[in-house]
């Protein structure tokens, strides 16, 4: 990524999403431990950590889905404990399973998923359209997705997650199990849709990936162990690769009482 692209969100100061000492527990074990971020209109946040650090708890608080013990959380100006249906509408998500279902055509996914974001139907067909034609898929809007290859499921679904331009789109390892020309292209796919202002949060486990963000915050334990660009958090840390900073950041905040899949 070049200099301009690494200015977060174009140099925008607007929050998107405000976390102020967020915390989740379940009984005695706490899966998010008072963490407090900002992300910037327009910017790509990577959101990185080993299994059981916290990734899918916060996520799913972010999204009005599971409600915090403690600390306050906005989502595109909605407050997620009193807001959670406001914030459900406000964002786009995509999973590494892409989302879509498989015995639908492209067409169908497109309006199943349009109508569940509330889009009108006017709206609806002229945003499909213009998404059918930005990919290049005029020729096969009408087939299944079970029979299209894995890197048009990828940009299919993640253009149906934008679809209703939502304030803030979560990718939730979103390249998982592609090879790495189709993460390529998928990667430059996200930094163009941030460069329309569209605000990305990713989670991702290559580390390369990482490298493409503006600013990454690594988990572990329930803790935001580092929050920075990737360059800065290098010399912060002293290493001189994203792989050395993940291992010496979670070896210095050992997971192994975490619970797999929190």
Partial sequence: MNEQDKNIGGGNTEHVVEVRDLTKRFGTFTAVNSISFEVYKGEVFGLLGANGAGKTTLIRMLSGLLRPTEGVARVAGYDVVHHPERVKFSIGYMSQKFSLYEDLTVAENIRFFGGIYGMKKKDLAKAGE?????????????????????????????????????????????????????????????????????????????????????????????????????????????????????????????????????
């Avoid at 580092?226 to 290098?234: A, F, I, M, R, V």
Wanted: aromatic share 8%.
């Fill in 130 to 262: 213009a998404m059918i034609h930005k990919l290049g898929m005029e020729e096969v809007e009408d087939r299944l997705i079970a029979t299209l290859p894995l890197g048009w499921k990828q940009r299919i679904a993640f253009s149906i997650a934008i679809l209703h331009r939502p304030g803030l789109v979560f990718l939730d390892e979103p390249t998982s199990g592609v090879d790495p020309v189709t993460r390529r292209q998928f990667w430059e796919m996200i930094l163009e849709t941030a460069r329309e202002g569209f605000t990305i949060i990713v989670t991702t486990h290559y580390m390369d990936e990482a490298e493409y963000c503006d600013r990454i915050a690594i988990m572990s334990r329930g803790d935001i162990a580092g929050l920075d660009s990737p360059e800065n958090l290098q010399s912060q840390f002293s290493v001189s690769s994203m792989e050395d900073l993940f291992w010496k950041i979670t070896r210095e905040h050992k997971t192994t009482d975490a619970i797999p899949g929190l």
